[in-house]
């Protein structure tokens, strides 16, 4: 029996016996290197790992930083395709390798279906960037504003990074919000009477953040909640039994400065112990 092969298919043809198999599996990726959806701190080199020895096919392989391209160099040994970035990649930065259909055919001329992995270079893990978030979160809190720098042992980053690194995974620093208001003074004052009085916060994001604040923090929440609201007030700051360096709010109305009206809200002389003049510490 004469048995004829035409070596222009895409498949391969053996004889078991008197019957002809034909081999149409398709190759496709079982590991990649660094794995989906990795934070590993270096990469030089991506190695994809396919389940039969493959060859190059329209070589449509792409490694991309969001829509931008990366220059890259592709080599083949055996059942491993090997992506080399012809520059060093970027920290803080997620990146996506992209295997178009085609891409890779076998020794038979099978086709790899689509395929994509992404990976993150970044010196910190998931774990880490939530502990991260939690006390700049803390500090916001506390300071009403964010920290210049992130720390981790002798690992210091700074926050503009750091932020840009928590973003690749989807997270991000909540900020207390104070809230847009166009209503009258009563309501700003019925409002800010939720909060209690206690230290550890002298802003008035931190005193949202934890429920209570100091005089500092009372005065920065009305001052701001004012001004949004569209009245004019300022912070003053003066001597009194209770602190050296107490802080209340004026407001402006019919030309004339006001004391905020505390005494109708706060049962603590903390808050509603007031003055009508001191050093201006804030005025809009």
Same mark, same amino acid.
């Given at each position: ?48 790992? =396919? ?67 992404? =990976? ?145 809200? =706060?049962?603590?002389?903390? =808050? ?13």
């Amino acid at each position: 029996m004469a048995l004829i092969l035409n070596v222009g298919t895409s498949a391969a043809t053996t004889t078991v016996g008197d019957s002809i198999t034909t081999d149409h599996t398709n190759p496709k990726v079982i590991s990649i290197t660094p794995a989906n959806k990795a934070i590993v701190k270096k990469v030089s080199t991506i190695k994809v790992k =396919f389940s039969k020895k493959i060859q190059k096919g329209n070589n449509q392989i792409y490694l991309k930083n969001g829509n931008t391209r990366i220059s890259t160099k592709t080599t083949i040994i055996g059942d491993t395709l090997i992506i080399t970035p012809n520059s060093a990649l970027a920290s803080g930065v997620k990146y996506t390798v992209k295997i178009s259909e085609g891409s890779i055919v076998d020794l038979c001329g099978n086709k790899n279906p689509s395929y994509s992995s992404s =990976f993150t270079i970044a010196p910190i893990n998931v774990v880490q960037m939530k502990d991260g978030i939690s006390r700049a979160q803390k500090f916001y809190a506390n300071n009403g504003r964010l920290p210049t720098t992130v720390r981790y042992g002798s690992l210091v980053i700074s926050t503009a990074e750091f932020q840009k690194i928590i973003a690749t995974q989807g997270l991000s620093i909540k900020k207390p919000k104070i809230v847009e208001s166009t209503s009258g003074l009563s309501s700003i004052m019925k409002d800010a009477s939720k909060y209690r009085y206690g230290g550890g916060a002298s802003t008035a994001e931190g005193m949202i953040a934890r429920g209570r604040g100091d005089c500092w923090a009372m005065s920065d929440y009305l001052y701001k909640r004012m001004a949004k609201a569209g009245m004019k007030a300022r912070i003053i700051q003066y001597s009194t039994s209770y602190s050296s360096r107490h802080r209340s709010v004026q407001y402006y109305k019919s030309g004339k400065l006001h004391n905020a009206p505390y005494i109708q809200y =706060f049962s603590t002389n903390m =808050f509603n112990d007031t003055q009508s003049y001191g050093k201006v510490i804030k005025c809009n």
